[in-house]
């Protein structure tokens, strides 16, 4: 039954954080938001109203068409909902077995009538369950194609794709070699260059992030192979909770290529300037590589997040001056600076 304008529709709230359902009653959007902020203890200013099913934003004009009853999600400003999927990313974002995702998938589909929303629970649950156990090429020879022969699993794959991605990297650091004019400042650049490929070797390029194989300190995803993206640099959590699993299928592989391990601190515009600018009067062995390591080339500096989450704009995030050089160096320049006084004291 569809309401008219004047009339006060009764619809099911609720945030995108909290599966629980509110009713509310309202004539317009505007009371709408005003009661289900009060409800829902939400901030008022820019928040929105949008359908559970699929994610469409609910204006003035669109509120009198729906029917009553119609399940609705209230947003903050910066909160984003693409639809009943959010409901099954929340549940991927956690490390659970794929029977506990499956038999959480069949319980939402269970209670839902739409046949949308059906449509797209069901896609997910078959994704869910034909996806727990397939890793060799003999498996799953789809997912394979177009990748070499070499490669008999998944795993082994995917780990190729993280230690490409990270050995690319390190290629950006050998460049900017290039451009040092000083021929001393250029010798140390290199030797540090070396030291730093020489870590990353010894640590297998990294590879272990996107290897589901690998134990749990050390990947990015789940033991089925599930990624949640990180949010963007300033972010604590990706407010729109995507989730991939590029071990499901071949189209999930390809997509997840446009998926990128974003330097918090940035690359090019902030880490490897640090590095050429420490060596200005310095050497090598006077720098903490291992700091400039990590911020190239590990978790502590690196994001995984969606291409949507990803901000190409400068970041202005800086170094750490206090990391920059290594402890010995400080200590060093505090000795001699006493044997100076002790010689003038004699």
Not at 98 to 123: H, M
Not at 143 to 163: H, L, P, Q, V
Not at 273 to 299: E, I, M, W
């Amino acid at each position: 039954m569809f309401g008219l304008f004047g009339k006060n529709k009764p619809v099911k709230v609720r945030s995108c954080n909290e599966s629980r359902k509110f009713g509310v009653a309202a004539k317009d959007v505007k009371e709408l938001l005003k009661k289900g902020c009060k409800l829902l203890q939400l901030p008022s200013s820019g928040a929105h109203v949008c359908l559970y099913a699929d994610g469409t934003k609910v204006t003035e004009e669109f509120f009198p068409t729906l029917p009553d009853n119609t399940e609705l999600v209230l947003l903050r400003r910066d909160q984003t909902w693409s639809g009943v999927v959010c409901d099954i990313g929340q549940l991927l974002s956690t490390d659970r077995h794929a029977a506990g995702l499956v038999e959480a998938a069949r319980g939402l589909l269970s209670d839902e009538q739409s046949p949308k929303r059906r449509k797209i629970l069901t896609d997910l649950l078959l994704n869910l369950e034909d996806r727990s156990e397939l890793e060799s090429r003999e498996e799953d020879e789809d997912w394979f194609k177009g990748i070499d022969a070499r490669f008999k699993t998944k795993s082994a794959y995917m780990k190729f794709n993280c230690e490409s991605r990270i050995r690319g990297y390190m290629k950006e650091v050998d460049g900017a070699s290039k451009s040092i004019q000083n021929a001393k400042v250029r010798d140390e650049f290199l030797k540090a260059s070396k030291s730093l490929a020489e870590t990353l070797k010894a640590a297998r390029h990294n590879g272990c992030y996107f290897d589901r194989s690998e134990k749990e300190p050390h990947r990015l995803c789940t033991r089925e192979g599930w990624f949640t993206c990180q949010g963007s640099f300033e972010q604590q959590v990706c407010q729109s909770l995507h989730s991939i699993n590029p071990y499901g299928s071949r189209e999930s592989r390809i997509v997840f290529s446009t998926w990128n391990l974003d330097h918090r601190i940035e690359k090019k515009r902030t880490v490897i300037p640090a590095l050429l600018g420490a060596l200005q009067n310095h050497k090598s062995t006077d720098v903490n590589l291992n700091y400039f390591y990590c911020l190239l080339f590990t978790r502590e500096n690196l994001k995984l997040v969606h291409i949507v989450c990803h901000k190409k704009g400068a970041h202005n995030l800086l170094c750490d001056t206090k990391k920059i050089f290594r402890q010995a160096v400080n200590t060093d320049k505090a000795k001699q600076k006493v044997r100076g006084k002790k010689r003038r004291l004699v």
